[in-house]
T-cell receptor, first 115, second 112 residues
């Protein structure tokens, strides 16, 4: 158990819908990352938050957005869902933001299926 | 953007055999990482490499950070059934903050 929790574990929805994925980082971790894992794209970095502020953006679609709340939990919002959005979505957390690497601990993921 | 080429994509080996997988990149990385992902779980860090040429072991696992900073390999010795899973390399580039670039993964299957 990494200490990072994600809910829900599974989510099945229809095209055009909007969903919210939730992540609670490890106690004491200020930085949260979101990743998408699909069969054809592998693990792709989406976005990073540190202490409530967006710090880095990867290959995140405009239909997707995220935020980190004062209690440090984070939500990833996916809207106008398409079939190709079906994937595993992982949240990871780390202690701080630094130029040198500090270990990211991954949650168990949310499996999103868009029908 | 940066890309990591990981090979092989999959391996099916006999228990007790040694395993080797590697990652290459067209870009330089300042940190190389190796993760393992079990079914239904998130990736777990196995080994982190911070210096070019560094060779690091973690039990039966050994990984090296290539001298050119553009490659890394992971070896698993005397494989056992619980080694089954997907192994990912990941790199952290200069000025990349804490953003990781992942390889495509190597799916390892071990026959008892």
């Amino acid at each position: 158990d990494s200490g990072v929790t994600q809910t829900p574990k599974h989510l099945i929805t229809a095209t055009g819908q909007r969903v919210t994925l939730r992540c609670s980082p490890r106690s004491g971790d200020l930085s949260v990352y979101w990743y998408q894992q699909s069969l054809d794209q592998g693990l792709q970095f989406l976005i990073q938050y540190y202490n409530g502020e967006e710090r880095a953006k990867g290959n995140i679609l405009e239909r997707f957005s995220a935020q980190q709340f004062p209690d440090l939990h984070s939500e990833l919002n996916l809207s106008s869902l398409e079939l190709g959005d079906s994937a595993l979505y992982f949240c990871a957390s780390s202690v701080r933001l630094a130029a040198a690497y500090n270990e990211q601990f991954f949650g168990p993921g949310t499996r999103l299926t868009v029908l | 953007g940066q890309q990591l080429n990981q090979s092989p994509q999959s391996m099916f080996i006999q228990e007790g055999e040694d395993v080797s997988m590697n990652c290459t990149s067209s870009s330089i990385f300042n940190t190389w990482l190796w993760y393992k992902q079990d079914p239904g779980e998130g990736p777990v860090l196995l080994i982190a490499l911070y210096k070019a040429g560094e060779l690091t072991s973690n039990g039966r696992l050994t990984a090296q950070f290539g001298i050119t900073r553009k490659d890394s390999f992971l070896n698993i010795s005397a494989s056992i059934p619980s080694d089954v899973g997907i192994y990912f390399c990941a790199g952290l580039g200069f000025n990349a903050g804490n953003m990781l670039t992942f390889g495509g993964g190597t799916r390892l299957m071990v026959k008892p």
